[in-house]
Every structure is written in structure tokens, then in C-alpha cells.
């Protein structure tokens, strides 16, 4: 699933970007001791290989948080020249900690500070490359789209519009009877029927069949569409790679057979890795516990300055099996918010937060109090947003598979919540589900870890979001 970490063209970056690293340690080297000739190049990968991975293992950690690897950016542009700056900067600053921390480092300071020059210089200059390229790719593969129905315009457009998205729509082929009246928008006219697919595609220079709603194919389109496969036409499912392309499952395509055939929706069939998450939940949670504990004394005395009432609020949310649990917060709103009761939050414009309580939100300290939940096991560090029961019973009634979301504790932070704005309608919530069940679905260590990570860029970058 290439396209929902940093994509192809973004993963060739990040070896590139490997071998850069390392250059720039040997360059500083031979800086320093030109002499040495080639012995730096064993001190480095030999004898320090230690310091060398952990080098490497924190610049590219830091270059996917300052998004060094979203090439929908225009790296030419001051902002972003800063940016690349910026994150080797840091990558060098907690490369310093770990070098005081380490007393067996090896490494010299004055090297590091010269390799953060060299990679600076690198780092600018491949982001300019990549960016001033971009418009010479290759161009995308032409494709029919078989439509099984009615598939929806937006998640077609979405799809085909995607700047890593291999293909080109040449036209459509309809599955059964073409609609009597057709539709602006994004799916074109038929250019073909089922029956003559093979001189549609010839007709269209076409070697690719995208098929919208490939479980729901009658027995002749599917006995056809294999023949086809059999001479050399690539048949793909769209909701596979709209999967790969967006980190969402498309829930307009799918029915209850695709959930019935993937075995992640089915209650606590990995237990090893749900009990290796466990661990990395408590002590991940533990020490931003200890970390945060300044964070937690200003909230504690901009709350008490700003507002009148308790410093934490609590509420009865709805936890994994829809098990109820009380999840803590510090208060960010008015004692009288829910005075007419529960509402859906309007997100950084609602009026019942309080100037203090938006800062709160906007920083994401206002969620600190939820490592506690945590800590006893009712949330994960990752995980769907938890909801309140009321709003829970609803949601079941308006968007099919809601009760799904539920395989898993709640997150403090989640795939969802990563990739989309703050929710505050049921559409939102409709968009964010499909977040939360590619995140059921595809539930690794490396998920997990890739969304902690989305959650430093979202809270540096992309605050209140």
C-alpha cells in the first residue's frame, strides 16, 4: 500500500535521501581528515554503525514529519526551502541529544555540524530537482472504467485526479443498461459495452480495465472481462486502488461481502499484535505522561486565569465492544455549553470554547489528560476518535457499518483524524468512518507508528485541523 505512506515517487525519495544521508557523513569526514582517505568510509559504516543508523533512522523520521516527502509541495518556493531547512535542522539538533546521551557516540560533534551543512545543501537541491521535474513524468496508463451501476462522482474524481494515480480515464463501459439520461460529471460517456470491451479498449489505445463495483459483476461481464485477462488486459478492482491511493476505504463501492471476507472485522483475531500494541501504548503514554508534565501545569493555570470551574472535564464515551467509559480532557468550553443539550462541535468556530480552550484545541493539549485513559486501558494511542453514546445511536441508524468502528479502543489520535479536518456533521463522520475502517482493516505496528508520526506533522503544520 504504497500510496498511503509517502507514495512511490515519495519512497524513491526516501532511499535517495538514505544514500544522501550517509554521503553527507562521509563528505563531512573527508572534511575534517582528508588525510584518512578511504578509512572514514570503515569508521562510519563499520565501526560506528551504531551512531550511523541512528543518524539516518532520525533524519528520515523527520524529513516525513516536515513533509519532506508530500511532492505535491513546490520545493522551488522560499516556504519550502525553509522547510527542508528547517528539518534537517531538527534531525541535527536531536541527533546532538542523542550524542550527549550516548557516551560511547564515536561520532564528533563538529562532524555532525558539518554534516548538517552538507545534507542541507543536498536535501535543498533534490527537493528543487524533484520539484522542477515533476511536470516531465511519465504519462499516466489509459484505462476504462467499468461502471457496475451507479459509481460515485467523487469517488472517481478523487481517484483519477490524484497526482499518484498511474491512470488516465479514456471512457466508460457500462455493466447492463446505460442510464437513460446521463450524468455531469466526472465518469464520461460509454464508449463500448461489455461485449465489444476488446475493440472499446483497442479504439481508446487502452490496456487496463478499472472495474467500480467488481464483487457486484453479473456472470457473463466477469466470464468476458477474464477472457480479456487471458490476451493481456490488466483488470483492476477500483476500491483495491483507491485503498492504495487515499488510506481509505471507499464505502460507496463496497457491500457486506467485502466485510465478511476480510478477516480484520472479526473481533480479536490477532491477539499478538493487539497485546504488542498494548505495550507500546503504556509505555509510549507513560513517558509523554512525564514529558508533558509542563504542558500540563500551563493548562492547569491558563484554565484557572481565563475561566471559572474545574480544570478537567469528563464524559461517558463509547470504548471498544461499545463498552461506556468515562474519557478526561482539560475543559475548554464554557460550564454552560450543553445547557440545551448535547450538541455536535463546530470544530475551531464553535462559540461555546473559550479563547484559552481554543488554544488548547488548536495545540492539542486539551487531550492530554487522555494518556490516563490509556495508561488503564481504556483507549490506545491509535484509534477511532471515541464518540458520545447519544450521537453513537444515531450515527448507527444514518451511516451503514458504523458499529464496525468498534473492533478497536478508541485513539487519542487516528488515521482519521490525520487525513481529514474536524468533524462536525454526519457527511464528516460518513468520511472519517471510511478512515477509521481502512485503519481496522489494515492495523500493523508500522500503521500505528506511521500515524503517531502524521500526528506530529498535523499538530506542527496543520494545527486545529
Known sequence: MAGIYVGRRGARLAALDAVLIVAALFAAAFILRPSAGISVVREILVLWTGATAIVLTVHLVTFYVFELYNLRLDFRTLTNVLRSVAAVVTAGAFVALASFALPTWGLSRTLFLLHGLVLTAFTVASRWAVSRNASNRMPPQRALLVNVGLTPDDVVEEFFKNPESHFHMGGSVPVGAPPAVMRKGSIPPPVGSVHDCEGALARESARHLIVAGIDRLPQNAAEEFLRLKGKGVEVHDLTDLY???????????????????????????????????????????????????????????????????????????????????VIYKFRSMRLDAEQNGPQWSQGAVDPRVTPFGRFLRRSRVDELPQLWNVLVGDMSLVGPRPERPVFVAELKQQI??????????????????????????????????????????????????????KTVTTVLFKPGS
Open 400 to 453: 451503514p457499518y458504523y458499529a464496525l468502528r468498534f473492533q478497536l479502543k478508541p485513539g487519542v489520535t487516528g488515521w482519521a483524524q490525520v487525513n481529514y479536518r474536524y468533524g462536525a456533521s454526519v457527511d464528516d463522520t460518513r468520511v472519517k468512518l471510511s478512515y477509521d475502517l481502512f485503519y481496522v482493516q489494515g492495523r500493523s505496528v508500522s500503521l500505528y507508528l506511521l500515524t503517531l508520526m
Open 243 to 325: 485503498q492504495d491511493l487515499t488510506g481509505r476505504i471507499p464505502l460507496e463501492l463496497v457491500d457486506n461481502r467485502y466485510f465478511l471476507r476480510v478477516p480484520a472485522f472479526t473481533r480479536d483475531t490477532r491477539p499478538v499484535l493487539s497485546n504488542l500494541l498494548r505495550v507500546l501504548d503504556f509505555f509510549a503514554a507513560l513517558a509523554l505522561l512525564v514529558a508533558s508534565l509542563p504542558l500540563w501545569a500551563l493548562a492547569f493555570v491558563g484554565i484557572k486565569l481565563t475561566m471559572p470551574g474545574p480544570v478537567f472535564y469528563s464524559q461517558e464515551r463509547v470504548g471498544k465492544d461499545e463498552a461506556p467509559y
